[in-house]
């Protein structure tokens, strides 16, 4: 790194920034620390800083986090083109890293020799995928330790060490004090009544209402509740051996401190790391608000607060579930598609007990839909639905069965889309409307949706499409924007698809 852009980077850490949290990471020689680039505390001097990509670099090059700032608080990195095989990789681990996966595993799920993986890790990143790996375990046991009164034992079995003795081996070896030396410098929250809270931090601004109404206007009921500002669903994952294991979560917002508090059963906590990988997909925790900003202002001239800073892109916690949502709202109302969606969760869901008024159901998984006796318009004739989509429902189930589409960060999104619009009954519409949530694309433009010709009223087919190229490639956050500024106007047309 050349002495401009160190100087640039010393700089953006002076100014504190949100803007840049998350994007790199700075460690001081005179402290032997590293930091998030928001840190409240004093500040190095030029010549004391060193600045990393990752935090994982940072460590391997002997640097303990910040117990001010905590560098596990800090949103990933943000990137347009998950495709890439070391974002693809970094994004794995993180979402797996409790579950025990090594090179091997990694290497096989990315179709790569295990030789090709690390070149292209050390690359990207400068460090091996196990350095990475084990950063992500430090500090997601470091989240636990600071943030719940789990057990060490709990706290070491949950970011997939396997054991105490390694958690304690990992943390006297990079960070030079034990788990419980760490936890007697932090105040711990409670964990009580078998729950867990921990944070999730993202880049500022978040325009929490308008993702919260989205969803709260979308939920399926039984499966999600929204109220009191508050996000609820039932979740159901799968273990490192493929058990199901089932429980709920809990998602509100600290806007002071720039992140999702999320709340969950301890039933989950065996697979942590992947509820809180999908959370973070579903509330879009990873995209830099800023950037996309700048790209899409213009909109404001097209219809008024069309775009404001903040405005994410809703994800998923479950992708056969959306898939099914999708299909149900076709050329229906929202709520319509909710009532169908519901009586799906209430028919062939789980039943489980929350404790939580209004969450009652997980949703059905594919192998539950794939195995019911056939005719399948037999089964779900009765609950309201046609039978062409009660075709393209069991023809989606046996994808996912079959494992024939990719789906998470390995996915891509024009395969998936041509493999649904296969499927007789899913048009272009509903094979980016998935795109977009399932995958977390961000750049499907709904041309033909209702109420982006309602938004873009006055202008025509061609005008429209020239203006849309000029949104890419966040041409989802596009849709949202003008979504978005219909319910802000209480105008929505309520037949629109979404």
Not at 371 to 393: H, V
Not at 431 to 440: F, S
Not at 465 to 494: F, I, Q, T
């Amino acid at each position: 790194m050349d002495i401009n852009s160190k100087k640039a980077l010393y700089e953006a850490f002076k100014s504190q920034d949100a803007r840049f949290d998350g994007q790199f990471f700075v460690a001081v020689s005179s402290t032997g620390i590293y930091c998030r680039p928001v840190c409240h505390g004093k500040m190095p001097k030029f010549e004391n800083c060193t600045f990393f990509k990752t935090a994982a670099e940072a460590e391997q090059a002997g640097y303990r986090p910040c117990l001010v700032c905590r560098p596990e608080l800090a949103p990933d990195h943000s990137c347009a083109n998950l495709n890439e095989t070391a974002v693809c990789a970094a994004k794995y681990i993180e979402e797996n890293c409790s579950r025990g996966i090594g090179v091997r595993e990694l290497s096989a799920v990315l179709g790569c020799s295990d030789r090709h993986l690390r070149r292209l890790f050390k690359e990207a990143y400068h460090v091996t995928p196990v350095e990475y790996l084990q950063t992500c375990r430090l500090l997601l046991a470091k989240k636990l330790l600071t943030e719940t009164d789990l057990s060490v034992l709990d706290a070491a079995m949950a970011s997939g060490f396997g054991s105490v003795r390694r958690l304690n081996d990992a943390f006297r070896n990079k960070y030079k004090l034990s788990p419980t030396a760490l936890r007697k410098k932090q105040n711990s929250a409670a964990c009580t009544g078998g729950q867990i809270k921990v944070g999730l931090g993202y880049r500022a601004p978040y325009q929490w209402e308008r993702i919260l109404r989205f969803l709260g206007e979308r939920a399926i009921d039984g499966v999600e509740v929204v109220k009191d500002q508050k996000y609820y669903r039932t979740v159901r994952q799968t273990d490192k051996d493929g058990r199901p294991l089932y429980g709920w979560i809990c998602v509100e917002h600290v806007e002071k401190k720039s992140v999702l508090a999320v709340t969950l059963s301890e039933s989950l906590l065996p697979v942590l790391s992947q509820v809180l990988s999908r959370v973070k997909m579903l509330f879009d925790l990873d995209c830099d608000p800023n950037v996309i900003y700048e790209r899409l202002k213009g909109l404001n001239q097209v219809k008024e607060h069309a775009f404001l800073p903040g405005t994410r892109l809703p994800g998923c916690m479950d992708e056969f579930e959306l898939c099914l949502r999708a299909v149900l709202g076709q050329q229906i109302t929202v709520k319509a598609a909710r009532t169908l969606a519901k009586r799906v969760a209430a028919a062939f869901g789980k039943k489980i007990e929350t404790g939580i008024g209004g969450l009652e159901y997980v949703f059905p998984a594919p192998t539950d839909m794939a195995s019911l006796a056939k005719p399948i318009e037999d089964q779900l004739g009765p609950l309201g639905i046609i039978a062409s989509r009660a075709r393209a429902i069991e023809e989606i189930a046996s994808i996912f069965v079959k494992h024939e589409i990719e789906w998470g960060f390995m996915a891509d999104p024009d395969q998936v889309r041509k493999r649904l619009m296969e499927i007789r009954g899913l048009g272009p519409w509903t094979a980016n409307y998935i795109a977009m949530r399932a995958l977390g694309y961000p750049d499907a433009f709904l041309e033909t949706d209702a109420g982006v010709k309602e938004a873009m009223e006055g202008y025509t087919k061609k005008e429209i499409a020239a203006m849309s190229a000029e949104w890419s490639p966040w041409r989802s956050y596009a849709v949202m924007g003008l979504w978005n500024s219909l319910e802000d106007n209480e105008k929505c047309n309520h037949g629109c698809q979404r």
